[in-house]
């Protein structure tokens, strides 16, 4: 949470993640590529999808803005595409389910995170706790902030499932040789234009997304294990040299992969009587 004098503005930039924006009191407007500015003030709400390109700035040049902004994803992809097609790029007002919903949920992750009476582990797991309930009421109230209705047939859904799968099979291997998507379209015998339109059609998302999507979760995986170096983590993504991979992760997360690994193994270990070693 953070108040920022009027005049205010931050430069474009996009995330590998989602980025909830609450204001708290003044007005932010928000510029996202191909869409009109979007002003909202206090109590409002709005989730901006990964990838996308945007600016957030204080509407006003004389009057401080008070907001609450927090980064999040997840590794199911039908709800991230749900996401994303029903609730990402729009703004919700103080009066609807989400943003209530959403404003709610970002003001808790606030007070949780500075009650001092708790230790950091029990943090973390209040408000992962919190957003765990943030996404059961997305899903289990979906229809009263639904966008619109499906506009994709069953062979459409069918599809973007074979070509998620088959994206998702080239990184399992340690040393992947990464199909292009237009590899993948072929052995489904459809074009890659029409892949490309119904997979973003049922999933909201670009392949190329996905992909990186999912090599950024394996490289995380990776470099939190201490039996890995970070080249055999770039090898093992599929990244052409070290430097690319360096490079990518820290767009994907705006840390090294060195210093995220650092981060992880002082996470993973523990002081016994004995003396350190690694929790499994």
């Not at 990184?171 to 489904?188: G, H, I, T, V, W």
């Amino acid at each position: 949470m953070r108040t920022v004098a009027g005049g205010w503005k931050f430069f474009g930039q996009q995330h590998q993640s989602f980025e909830l924006m609450c204001v708290v009191s003044g007005q932010q407007v928000t510029e996202m590529k191909n869409l009109p500015p979007m002003v909202y003030g206090a109590g409002e709400a709005l989730i901006i999808s990964p990838g996308t390109w945007h600016i957030n700035a204080n509407a006003s040049q004389t009057t401080p803005m008070t907001y609450i902004t927090c980064h999040f994803d997840m590794e199911n992809l039908s709800l991230k595409s749900e996401i994303i097609s029903n609730i990402a790029n729009s703004v919700y007002r103080a009066d609807s389910f989400f943003g209530q919903l959403a404003f709610k949920t970002a003001q808790d992750f606030v007070h949780i995170s500075a009650d001092r009476s708790l230790s950091g582990e029990e943090k973390r797991l209040k408000l992962q706790i919190i957003f765990l309930s943030f996404l059961f009421a997305i899903v289990h109230n979906g229809k009263k902030f639904k966008k619109s209705d499906t506009n994709y047939t069953d062979r459409e859904a069918q599809l973007a499932r074979s070509l998620a799968t088959l994206i998702a099979d080239d990184l399992k291997s340690d040393q992947p040789s990464l199909n292009s998507f237009e590899e993948n379209c072929q052995r489904l015998s459809i074009s890659t234009g029409y892949g490309h339109r119904v997979f973003r059609k049922v999933y909201g998302i670009t392949p190329l997304h996905y992909l990186e999507d999912k090599k950024y979760s394996k490289a995380k995986r990776l470099l939190g294990s201490p039996e890995y170096t970070i080249e055999q983590v770039a090898q093992m993504v599929g990244a052409q040299n070290l430097s690319v991979f360096s490079k990518q992760f820290k767009k994907w997360s705006g840390i090294t992969p060195s210093k995220y690994q650092k981060n992880a193994k002082n996470k993973r270990q523990v002081r016994t009587v004995k003396g350190g070693g690694y929790f499994e």
